[in-house]
């Protein structure tokens, strides 16, 4: 119990000597961590069963070149597990297949809050929340083995769009939620890192 409390006060004294910044600015470098939520990458194969899935999940990091935009790399992996079910009753004659989705490619963001905020003269709390849209263009390489031994190999290109939202908890962490095709689904969440 006394760990818990000591960290909600290290979270809470982190937070109020945290200067105010905007939540975007040049030369900004964000490392991003994030877990899809709608997958797409979920094919079934005819006459197979599911036998287990990993999360799918990207690292990504990106440099601001102006105030507006910034770019980056981004990789993601995911692996989908099938079985086939023999026609015997020994179910040591199954055979499983992996289907291992790797994606390394590139990533451009344009940073809307400050756009908006001069555009509408408002104020969107510009220092906490960075609006953006991701472009991300990358190559899927799809890897299916027939127990650990190389079955096919599947490649193509991986593009992706999408609408994203960052609210810095701290000047150096945030948590960011996208929407729309990403790399393995429509729709991710994770944590940023700004150095």
Known sequence: MEKKGILVILFIFSFILSQAQDSFIKRDLLVNGSL?????KNPRYAFSE????????????????SQYVSVGIVAGYYLKRFRYTANTSEPSDDIFFNSKYFVPGLKASLHLTPLLENKFNTELQSEDLDLYVSAL??????????????????????????????YYLTERWAVFGEVG??????GSMGVTARF
């Open 137 to 166: 263009l990358g190559y899927e390489f799809n890897s299916i083995t027939r127990d650990n031994v190389p079955a096919i190999e599947k490649s193509r290109l991986a593009p992706g769009l999408v609408v994203g939202a960052r």
């Open 50 to 65: 599911r036998a287990g899935r990993s999360v799918p999940f990207s690292l990504s990091a990106e440099y601001g070149i």
């Open 36 to 40: 899809y939520l709608f997958n797409y």
């Open 181 to 186: 095709p990403g790399i393995f689904g429509f």
